[in-house]
């Protein structure tokens, strides 16, 4: 019903700044709260940003300050902009967004595959 694809990942040198941009696509009809995750090896899925339909963010400390969240209504898109990067940035990003499939429904959780951000010098 509701497709969520990642693209941006890469390899950065710490220092270095990548983009990450993620894309809701099928049976919409509103999408609420829009998110990036993040999971490195032998770790939990963490949250490190999310922005709200009213625009309003909130960050994870750690990347506080380094990252910017941003999205485009029109467009079904949410962005995350990474600078600064540390090695210990090194994860599998992924988007997460709620969507409402109908006026009448509630909002569901949809996640993307992830994409790889590997900062290395």
């Known amino acids: 019903q509701v497709q969520v694809v990642e693209s941006g990942g890469g390899l950065a040198h710490p220092g270095g700044s990548l983009r990450l941009s993620c894309t809701a696509s099928?049976?919409?009809?509103?999408?609420?709260?829009m998110a990036w995750f993040r999971q490195a090896p032998g770790k939990q899925r963490e949250l490190i940003a999310d922005i709200n339909s009213r625009g309003e963010r909130n960050y994870r400390d750690s990347v506080r300050g380094r990252f910017t969240i941003s999205r485009d209504n029109a467009k079904n898109a949410v962005y995350l902009q990474m600078s600064s990067l540390k090695p210990e940035d090194t994860a599998v990003y992924y988007c997460n967004v709620d969507v409402k499939v109908t006026l009448y429904s509630t909002y569901s959780e949809y996640w993307g595959p992830g994409t790889q951000v590997t900062v290395s010098s």
């Open positions: 099928g049976r919409i009809f509103v999408v609420g709260t």
